[in-house]
């Protein structure tokens, strides 16, 4: 009874959540039912295993599904938010508990379908991009449930499928555009939604570990450069973050796919993941609310108005990208001294990776920030979203100290 | 085991009021509540004067010759995998940590006036302070994993310092461009550590008998490891063919030029070389090559130092050309000599740093004092093809610019861009309205 007290409580307060949206007409009651519910349902999984009830295995991820997505609804403006960005969110963060709670593949062939639902939803009448999202929907949910529920599931045919699905699932190139169009269009608080749920379907997913890899781990690390070196020569902000957050959950499932260490360095990747790259995606969507659209084809120079901002931006995309003393730099530790023992070279391949991610962060704060023009009349981050970013950080700062010995 | 516990305490010494004075002006700044330029500079002096004294106990009270591991705690222990913060408190460590802490102290001083109320003036001092840190780390870690850790923390550090003039793009990409050299090296250092941990399972920093320090013992595939490391090396201390970076570094105010090319930062190459003077020892091909690289760093620097009108380029290509000369010096196995050449230039290049904003200054005033310019000798030579061909490869720094950027770097992001095209039109066709 006890492992199903979580449950039960992240529904009520999900419906609860829904309710009140739904019903009410102000944006900014809007705003504040979809934080309470999401704050409610943070401090049930807080504090629950600590009163010693017993939760659900395979639910370490709940935390940080709802930190994530708590992130992305605090730090949408009511002004800017409307009904359903926030019912999209709610919906997101149910979709992405659920897959954490009902796991299994059979589960996944529903939820995928579903996420790209919602997304087409959400991108519903934004130039057509509903169309993209749709028809690469279709594509990724076909591929996924063919590779899994083909009677011939776990030759070498599903294998390729279900790489084919996950590639278009997580928006990697070649099969980006749908996802950098998305991008393109998209609220920065939607996007932080649809990322963290990105990462809960691509944790759940049960993987066939007697099939061959080498294919699948050669083709992996390629596409991730190439999108990386997409998102490096892109003049347009959020596009570049799409290459940057497709490669992340590209380097995910890599390491969901190795021997040693494998379930808990993905487990902690991920984690990192669901709190740093919306963290990312909400500070550079707050510089773009402020100044208008971000060009990097040259540095913008927004330091001086909005230096706690540039701080926020800096240390959030450093934390993803697994810089020292952050949580994603002992998953990416882990994860690659695996990698490099089993296949030195793609073990090299990844450290490309992971060096080129750091890369493109650094450009995105330096050619946001820096050069170029003096201070200008502007509001800088708030102090209450300052102080949940230094939260956040500061969460996932310590949490690497309280790892299961 | 007293002596142990003296070192570890020591040792807690050395980094804790570096990190505490940290944490103070990063909070305040975030609060804003932005403390007086005084407060900060004594805190910092604080911080510092306590780690020099520190380090210089450490001298005092342990003999050079044994070297003692400090094991401050495991950062994180997952199955058999741990992640131990290991310091190694020997010859190479201490003498770094000596002159580190020293010149950053006096780079300290020199700051309150030179930055007095410039806008950056807290977050130079927030990044001079991660500095620290990050330097204090690779001096003493015990381990490559450690070292890796304050690695990449001066690297950042180090940008934080070259853009550290927000108003200006020049400053923003030249700070990108350091760091892709940075983090692109760096690939050699971390896969040197996962290719030691998969062959002798240990990448801590071991005692050897004969050389009175610790480095990286002999392995099964030595030349590998070695090599490996010396990606990083190159990357780091800006030698052939990666020398290109350190004038572009030049965008920073002088004393982060100072703490860069002079002193600080460029001699962490060095480091992980004479930690690796066993291997060096016993890889002949790589003895040769660091003579190599040596030579062609000095020679390239050197041609390019007579070609620069600026008296910053000058030094940046001067600390070069001497980088080159400790390289030569480590790969001939003179390691002594070396590190007394890494604190000898360290120390002579921050003076001259120091000096160079007010050299020209006095000259001036020196002029107005005469009464007239100085003379300046031109001298006539006759133009001949090999000299035209040498003029220009000094202006070009020998175009080690041009191959990385024009030859490598653009054209791999023209490929990209292309793709990018494709990808937008491919999504317009599906997008747009029938």
């Known amino acids: 009874m006890n492992q199903d007290l979580t449950l039960i409580l992240h529904v009520i307060l999900s419906l609860c959540g829904f309710v009140f949206i739904l019903s009410s007409r102000d944006i900014r009651r809007m705003r504040t039912a979809a934080m309470t519910t999401l704050s409610l349902m943070f401090l049930v999984e807080i504090a629950l295993p600590r009163l010693g009830v017993n939760v659900r295995s395979g639910t370490e991820l709940l935390a940080f599904i709802i930190l994530g997505n708590l992130l992305a609804s605090f730090f949408t403006p009511a002004y800017l938010g409307s009904r359903r960005t926030f019912t999209t969110i709610l919906a997101f963060n149910s979709l992405a508990i659920g897959t954490q709670i009902f796991t299994g593949n059979l589960f996944l062939v529903i939820a995928v379908p579903v996420f790209f639902c919602i997304l087409t939803l959400a991108s519903w009448r934004l130039d057509g991009s509903h169309r993209l999202v749709g028809s690469y929907g279709l594509i990724t949910s076909g591929l996924l449930a063919s590779s899994l529920l083909a009677p011939s599931s776990g030759s070498e045919g599903s294998f390729l499928l279900e790489l084919a699905g996950l590639v278009f699932l997580i928006g990697l190139f070649p099969f980006s555009p749908w996802f950098s169009r998305l991008y393109e269009k998209l609220p920065s608080g939607l996007l932080a939604s649809a990322f963290v749920c990105q990462v809960a379907l691509v944790m759940s997913l049960e993987r066939q570990q007697s099939l061959p890899r080498d294919f699948y781990l050669v083709v992996l690390p390629v596409f991730a450069l190439l999108s990386l070196l997409m998102a490096l020569s892109q003049s347009n902000a959020r596009r570049a973050l799409s290459g940057l957050a497709a490669s992340q959950l590209a380097f995910l499932i890599y390491a969901d796919s190795g021997q040693h260490f494998s379930d808990l360095a993905a487990l902690l990747l991920a984690q990192a993941q669901m709190a740093t790259i919306p963290g990312l995606i909400l500070t550079v969507g707050a510089l773009e609310m402020r100044v208008g659209k971000l060009n990097l084809s040259r540095p913008m120079g927004h330091f001086e108005s909005y230096p706690k901002l540039a701080a926020a931006t800096l240390i959030f995309g450093l934390m993803g990208a697994g810089f020292p003393l952050s949580l994603a730099y002992i998953a990416e530790d882990l994860i690659l001294e695996t990698g490099f023992h089993d296949t030195p070279l793609l073990g090299i391949g990844w450290l490309f990776v992971t060096a080129l991610t750091a890369i493109a962060v650094v450009k995105l704060y330096l050619f946001l920030f820096h050069g170029g023009r003096g201070r200008e009349p502007g509001l800088d981050i708030l102090p209450s979203k300052l102080f949940a970013a230094v939260l956040t950080m500061v969460f996932l700062i310590f949490s690497t100290l309280v790892l299961p010995a | ?434």
Not at chain 2, 30 to 47: D, G, M, Q
Not at chain 2, 61 to 73: H, K
Not at chain 2, 141 to 161: C, R
Not at chain 2, 385 to 398: G, K, N, T
Request: charged share 15%; with cysteine.
């Open chain 2, 1 to 434: 085991m007293p002596n142990t516990l003296l070192v570890e305490g020591l040792a807690y010494l050395i980094f804790l009021p570096v990190i505490a004075a940290f944490l103070w002006l990063a909070g305040s700044m975030l609060l804003s509540r932005r403390p007086s330029e005084k407060s900060i500079v004594r805190n910092c002096h604080l911080a510092l004067g306590t780690a020099f004294f520190a380090s210089l106990l450490l001298a005092v009270a342990q003999p050079f010759d044994i070297g003692t591991e400090a094991v401050l705690g495991s950062w994180f222990v997952i199955g058999g995998y741990h992640y131990d913060i290991v310091m190694q408190t020997d010859l190479i460590a201490v003498t770094y940590a000596l002159f580190s802490t020293l010149l950053l102290f006096l780079i300290c001083s020199f700051s309150q006036r030179y930055l007095h109320k410039e806008s950056g003036f807290h977050r130079f001092y927030l990044a001079l302070l991660i500095f620290a840190t990050g330097l204090l780390l690779v001096s003493f870690a015990g381990t490559l994993e450690l070292l890796l850790v304050g690695w990449e923390i001066v690297g950042l550090s180090s940008i934080m310092l070259i853009a550290f003039f927000t108003t200006r793009p020049q400053p923003a990409q030249n700070g990108l461009w350091v760091f892709s050299i940075y983090r692109l090296t760096d690939i050699g250092l971390y896969a040197a550590i996962l290719y030691l941990h998969s062959h002798s399972q240990a990448t801590r920093l071991t005692p050897l008998d004969s050389v009175p320090w610790s480095g990286i013992g002999l392995h099964e595939g030595t030349q590998v490891t070695a090599f490996l490391l010396l990606i990083a090396v190159l990357g780091k201390s800006a030698l052939f063919p990666f020398s290109s970076w350190l004038p572009r570094a030049m965008e920073g105010p002088t004393p982060s030029s100072a703490v860069f090319y002079g002193a600080l930062s460029v001699h962490l190459g060095p480091l992980l070389l004479l930690r690796m003077a066993d291997l060096i020892s016993a890889t002949p091909a790589l003895s040769a090559t660091l003579i190599a690289v040596g030579a062609l760093t000095a020679l390239v620097a050197n041609l390019s130092v007579r070609v620069q009108s600026d008296i910053k380029s000058r030094l940046a290509f001067s600390a070069v050309g001497q980088l080159g000369f400790i390289t030569i010096e480590i790969g001939l196995g003179w390691f002594e000599l070396a590190l007394l050449h890494v604190v000898a230039h360290a120390v002579f290049r921050t003076l001259q740093f120091l000096r160079a904003p007010s050299l020209l200054h006095d000259r001036h005033q020196h002029e107005a004092l005469l009464g007239h310019h100085l003379s300046v000798e031109h001298q006539d030579h006759e133009s001949t093809a090999l000299r035209r061909f040498v003029f220009r490869l000094s202006l070009e720094r020998a175009f080690l610019d041009i191959l990385l950027v024009d030859r490598i770097a653009r054209p791999v992001l023209a490929f990209a861009r292309a793709i990018d095209r494709a990808e937008r039109s491919a999504a317009n066709f599906v997008c747009k309205d029938s």
